[in-house]
């Protein structure tokens, strides 16, 4: 396990992840993921804190409101958010600080068909 740093680009939003150096990331094709190239990686809230900028957070939610899409007011950057695949889990691999990441696995997800994929994907099922 490794204690990786991020934030948002403005350096308003801080946060630190303890997961492991190899990441397992999920590339979504749903209808936000795809027009903000997002890519996912899963860590439990219990090894998520963010260290500054609550009071500089805003939250965007659709559809069924479950995921909360959190990004800086200022800088307009996603760090973090919480899917609607894991709740309890917080998202966060383009904004991690440099130096701690080993090796990066991408898997897709069909965020398209997301009832049939989230049957169909055992790894995020799983998690």
Not at 3 to 9: E, L, T, Y
Not at 65 to 90: E, I, L, M, W
Not at 94 to 112: A, W
Request: charged share 15%; proline share 4%; glycine share 6%.
């Amino acid at each position: 396990m490794v204690m990786h740093m991020g934030g948002c680009h403005c350096g308003a939003v801080r946060f630190q992840v303890l997961t492991s150096p190899d990441l397992l990331v999920f590339h979504c094709s749903c209808s936000i993921c795809t027009k903000k190239q997002n890519h996912h990686f899963i860590v439990p809230s219990s090894q998520f804190t963010l260290l500054q900028g609550l009071e500089n957070l805003t939250t965007y939610t659709f559809n069924t409101h479950t995921a909360k899409h959190t990004f800086c007011r200022t800088c307009g950057v996603q760090s973090f958010y919480t899917p609607r695949s894991n709740p309890d889990g917080y998202v966060a691999p383009h904004c991690l600080d440099k130096g701690t990441v080993r090796s990066i696995t991408v898997e897709n997800f069909c965020g398209v068909k997301w009832e049939e994929s989230m049957q169909n994907h055992k790894t995020i099922r799983n998690m």
